[in-house]
């Protein structure tokens, strides 16, 4: 049996995971506090670490897992910025789920744009008042606008579709162009060019703050910014700013960079500490969902599915692990081949 201590567990994780427990040679513990340096000792006695996105894993925690005979951390989900990949190099196996729904993201992302380009919030709170007044409720048509999607990856792709279909023209800025469909230019250009910004790329030492004062000068006024992806991509202050000055229409946010002490809990009968986020949440054409892109069933079954097997397979498979996010050839964004052999 691979003992495995889950951490940061809700109740979504457990109804999709506890289907698997034991019967297939896995057993959970299902932790409620988040891996931290300090909560690393409850680790003690397990083979291996399941982890989500606000979860620590700096060297200081791998350090700690590794002095108590952990082989793997299993991330389920895609993102690894919270993970030091490069400290676990040679030490601990880190995998995770490269893909599980780019679907549900992609809508997501697509719902929180149309709710606030067509203020679909606000009617709903007025309606259920009695409010049938239509003032302050004017959008604008989809159609014939300019997209501009940062990563055109598997999420960024979907949402590229869905865009087509609305008949909005798309330029999109990667790093690694990869789709010869694609209007590829140049992340200056997409910025002056674009009425709405879908940010899909990973977080990065590089992409950290591309949405920055400096980007923001060059944007359209109006613009429409959507991050689905890592709240650590925009520079929170500066969009406030942005939004202040009226230099940005609208913000939908599903993610935020000081998001790991709030986001996944109930804080309603709390005083909230973080004044940006407060001051974020207030403005009017802003609109934040705490990081709930992944969150259909069709993800979290295939989530749970693909990490099971990913533990599997590195105590099963001659120590070759599904999903590896290997750090043998330093670039890990690039490392997409199939690996035959050992990472370590
Ligand atoms: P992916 O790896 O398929 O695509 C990422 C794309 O970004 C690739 O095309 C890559 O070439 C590009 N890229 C890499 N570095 C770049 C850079 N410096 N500048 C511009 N583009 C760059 O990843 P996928 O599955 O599409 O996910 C994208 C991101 O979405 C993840 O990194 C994760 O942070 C986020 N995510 C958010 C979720 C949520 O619930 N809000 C759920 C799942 C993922």
């Known amino acids: ?206 992409t950290r703050h591309m949405i920055d004062r400096n980007a923001i000068t060059k944007m359209k006024k109006g613009v429409v910014i959507v991050n689905t992806s890592r709240g650590g991509l925009i520079d929170a202050e500066a969009l406030l700013e942005g939004i202040k000055s009226r230099k940005i229409g609208a913000a939908c946010l599903d993610v935020y960079e000081e998001e790991a002490d709030v986001f996944f809990e109930d804080r309603s009968g709390h005083i909230m500490d973080d004044e940006l986020l407060s001051r974020l949440i207030s403005m009017p054409n802003v609109i934040v969902t705490s990081h709930q892109a992944f969150l259909t069933e069709e993800a979290l079954n295939n989530i749970a599915e693909t990490t099971v097997t990913n533990i599997k397979s590195c105590f099963e498979n001659n120590g070759i692990c599904n999903n590896e996010l290997c750090y043998r050839c330093g670039n890990i964004e690039q490392c997409k081949k199939e690996r035959k052999e050992k990472c370590f």
């Open 1 to 206: 049996m691979i003992k495995v201590a889950f951490f940061d567990t809700k109740e979504y994780d457990r109804a999709s995971f506890e289907q698997y427990n034991e019967d297939v040679g896995v057993s959970f513990k299902f932790l409620e506090t988040k891996l931290t340096e300090d909560t690393a000792d409850l680790a003690k006695g397990y083979d291996a670490v399941c982890v989500f996105v606000n979860d620590t894993v700096n060297a200081a925690v791998i350090d700690k897992l590794y002095g108590f005979g952990i082989k793997m951390i299993a991330l389920r989900c895609a993102g690894y910025n919270n993970v030091d990949v490069k400290h676990a190099f040679g030490k601990i196996h880190i995998v995770h789920v490269p893909a599980y729904s780019p679907y549900a993201v992609a809508e997501h992302a697509m719902a929180m744009l149309l709710a606030s380009v067509r203020r679909i919030h606000k009617a709903y709170n007025r309606t259920r008042e009695f409010n049938f007044s239509l003032s302050g409720l004017t959008g604008f048509d989809f159609h014939g606008k300019t997209v501009g999607v940062i990563g055109a990856g598997k999420i960024g792709r979907i949402f590229i579709d869905i865009c087509r279909g609305f008949g909005m023209h798309i330029l999109v800025y990667d790093r690694y162009p990869a789709d010869k469909d694609n209007e590829y230019v140049e992340l200056d250009e997409l910025f002056a060019r674009s009425d709405i910004i879908s940010i899909h790329c990973p977080l990065t030492d590089e």
